[in-house]
């Protein structure tokens, strides 16, 4: 018999949609910035409506990402005022940028997919009915372009999910639920940086300079880079997570904590302190040549810590090069030695998420067993906020963190009948 609610880890029939479903969400008198961990809550609410183009996803495990981390601690936005702003509620927000699950119900418009397709869903939400992306302009440059369950409510942080059609990838059949959910933000955000600014995209033995290697960004890069011929040296914080960088494909690792040069650099009219900090970097430098074995700079740096590296990414990268940037994860105030910009005539490009195109090409590659999905820790329902506190003390483990919520027990595959 249908029932109103279902217990988490409990999943209708196939095509049945609950009236009610559970949610671990935030409200905004519940943001915490020194605690975002603590702002998460287990609440019951009214499964979500469908529009035409969308889809409502049952999900069987949730990918935990930074950026509701960010949601949680209420800066650099509110994000439910931005939920207000495409007429969704603003009392919560149900987060959660990465799902995968089985498809309960369809938009009137919808096509591409069917219910009780198994699929994952990727965050680059926008209305296929935007008039720009209808004249070809790439989806991220249009208005209408968010990230879901970031800058949207009704993400994967429930038991039902509402997104576009347009965001729904097939699930890679050899993948276990909370495998399939963990890769697809930070893999498509990664494809993008790597391969879609032409022509800085990675060609044939490219050295290629990727920061925080072993977390959810710097795996998927490693062996994105790997797998188009390039050459992926690590940043990492200690030595096991450089080993655990080689084993996804780098050539060599830098342990950042041998150095000391970070954050924004003295003024150059300091001649001594910028002298000083100038050592640092050229200390640095040198330790990307032995890391890879020859005198070669990258000919992209895959930035996103931000205001504590950047300048030294931006003194790096080869002539010509490209250093591409995606988050400010240390702060946002990038400072540039334009002299190395102008000169050496560098691109500082940013970057934000992928098109439905590159999240595509991404999810292939995890299909095709050329991206291992790094799945990270595990964690229950209830403990959402634990993943999201341990995130932003930076003291999780390497790769992707997932929550389960449809499947009752890690290592399945099996789908609701
Ligand atoms: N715009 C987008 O589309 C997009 C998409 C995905 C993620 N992001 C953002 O990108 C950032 C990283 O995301 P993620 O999923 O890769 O997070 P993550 O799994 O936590 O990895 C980040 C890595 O950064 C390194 N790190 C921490 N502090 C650092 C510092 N001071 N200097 C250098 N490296 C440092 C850490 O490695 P070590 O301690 O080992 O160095 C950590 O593993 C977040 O801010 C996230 O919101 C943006």
Not at 150 to 167: D, I, L, P, R, V
Not at 192 to 211: A, E, F, K, Y
Not at 245 to 267: D, E, M, Q
Not at 363 to 372: K, R, S
Request: glycine residues 12%; hydrophobic residues 40%; proline residues 6%.
């Amino acid at each position: 018999m249908a029932k109103d609610l279902y217990a988490i880890g409990e999943v209708p029939p196939v095509g049945e949609v609950p009236p009610k479903m559970y949610a671990n969400l935030v409200r905004p008198e519940n943001y915490n910035e020194a605690e975002p961990g603590k702002a998460f809550t287990v609440e019951v609410v009214e499964t979500p409506p469908v529009g035409r183009n969308q889809v409502l996803v049952s999900v069987m495990a949730a990918g935990i990402n930074y950026n509701n981390v960010w949601a949680a601690k209420g800066i650099p936005i509110d994000v439910t005022k931005v939920q207000g702003s495409i007429g969704q509620p603003t009392e919560w927000h149900i987060g959660g940028s990465d799902a995968s699950g089985v498809v309960y119900a369809i938009g009137e418009n919808v096509t591409n997919v069917e219910v009780g397709d198994e699929v994952v869903v990727h965050c680059g939400w926008f209305d296929p009915e935007d008039p720009q992306i209808q004249a070809g302009v790439d989806p991220g440059f249009t208005p209408s372009f968010k990230i879901w369950g970031y800058e949207t409510n009704w993400g994967s942080f429930g038991q039902f999910c509402m997104a576009y059609a347009h965001q729904c990838l097939p699930k890679a059949p050899n993948l276990t639920w909370e495998e399939a959910a963990a890769p697809t933000l930070v893999g498509g955000t990664a494809y993008r940086m790597l391969m879609g600014w032409s022509p800085n995209v990675v060609r044939d033995g490219d050295p290629v300079l990727v920061w925080g290697g072993s977390g959810g960004l710097g795996t998927m890069a490693i062996q994105i880079v790997t797998h188009f011929g390039g050459r992926a040296v690590a940043v990492v914080s200690s030595d096991e997570k450089g080993q655990y960088c080689k084993k996804l494909g780098a050539v060599g690792y830098i342990n950042r904590k041998n150095f000391s040069h970070w954050g924004v650099p003295p003024h150059w009219t300091k001649t001594e302190e910028w002298g000083e900090w100038f050592q640092g970097a050229k200390a640095f430098g040198k330790a990307f040549w032995e890391a890879l074995g020859e005198k070669a700079s990258p000919k992209i740096v895959f930035e996103h810590p931000g205001e504590d590296t950047i300048p030294t990414s931006i003194f790096m990268a080869e002539s010509g090069g490209m250093v591409v940037i995606c988050a400010g994860t240390t702060g946002y105030s990038a400072t540039a030695d334009l002299r190395y910009l102008w000169m050496r005539q560098k691109r500082l490009q940013g970057s934000h998420f992928a098109n439905d195109e590159q999240a595509a090409a991404f999810n292939q590659l995890v299909i095709d067993g050329h991206v291992n999905p790094c799945m990270g820790e595990v964690f229950a329902f209830d403990k959402i906020g634990d993943a999201h506190q341990l995130m932003g003390d930076n003291k999780h483990g390497e790769g992707n963190m997932v929550a389960l919520v449809g499947a009752k027990t890690s290592g399945t595959k099996d789908a609701p009948s």
